[in-house]
């Protein structure tokens, strides 16, 4: 091999190491960005548990609460977890069958089902494949159908109503893309918390703001209704803003 050839060889090897290593140094920061994500997803949902969906909306001045069309079929507590989502044809379920099997344990399935009232997107046969596969609750802006075996699940369920008509399973639709539901933007990996007051969105890139203003929120309210049964006259129980608004509304 003349001197060329050797230099060429070396020059080529040597790039080579260069780019395999870029790629595991690439490999391993991803790894290392996806495992802290992890954590701070488990540590978001953990500090959402202890909250309520009213504490989470004062937490973003009122915004990001659905309509309350709709309710919970078989509330047992707080329902909290990041979304996945679901578009839907109207009146059609076959990307929320999709979506089901495409979703990890703990997730929180959000269906836009484009206003349509005229037949259930969801049955019993859906919800308890849902429930096998861990995912922790479905949110859907549309009817439901089977009412009394799903209030026995242990998944949740929200939706606007019921009916016993069944839906087409033809698409179109779309998973994991930016939907409304309850004319609220969700988008996936989006934070949800639900209750019997209803359902709230926490965007994911400001969770953590409104998750801190909302643990405030809840340190006051205590000290608030503190003060309310402790207190025995009038003065003592009214809050020190009434006045002062009452007034500067005055100027």
Request: proline share 3%.
């Amino acid at each position: 091999m003349n001197n060329f050839m050797k230099r060429f060889t070396k020059e080529i090897c040597s790039d080579n190491v260069i780019f395999i290593t870029l790629k595991i140094n690439n490999v391993m920061n991803f790894t290392k960005r996806s495992d802290e994500m992890y954590k701070s997803d488990k540590d978001m949902i953990h500090r959402l548990k202890k909250l309520s969906s009213t504490l989470v909306a004062d937490g973003m001045d009122y915004e990001n609460v659905m309509n309350y069309k709709i309710k919970p079929v078989n509330f047992q507590k707080t329902l909290v977890g990041q979304a996945r989502t679901v578009s839907t044809y109207p009146g059609d379920n076959l990307y929320i069958h999709y979506g089901i099997y495409e979703s990890e344990p703990g997730d929180i399935l959000v269906v836009e089902g484009k206003g349509a009232v005229d037949s259930a997107y969801l049955g019993n046969l859906m919800a308890a494949a849902a429930q096998k596969l861990g995912i922790e609750g479905i949110i859907i802006d549309g009817l439901i159908r089977d009412k009394d075996e799903i209030s026995k699940m242990d998944i949740q369920v929200y939706a606007q109503g019921f009916t016993p008509k069944g839906p087409r399973k033809e698409g179109p639709g779309s998973f994991d893309k930016t939907i409304e539901c309850g004319r609220v933007v969700v988008n996936s990996h989006d934070y949800i918390i639900a209750d019997e007051d209803g359902v709230v969105v926490i965007p994911y890139d400001i969770a953590e703001g409104v998750i801190t203003g909302a643990e405030e929120k809840k340190v006051y309210e205590a000290q608030r209704l503190k003060t309310i049964n402790e207190s025995s006259e009038k003065e003592e129980i009214e809050p020190s803003w009434l006045r002062e608004t009452i007034n500067r509304k005055k100027q």
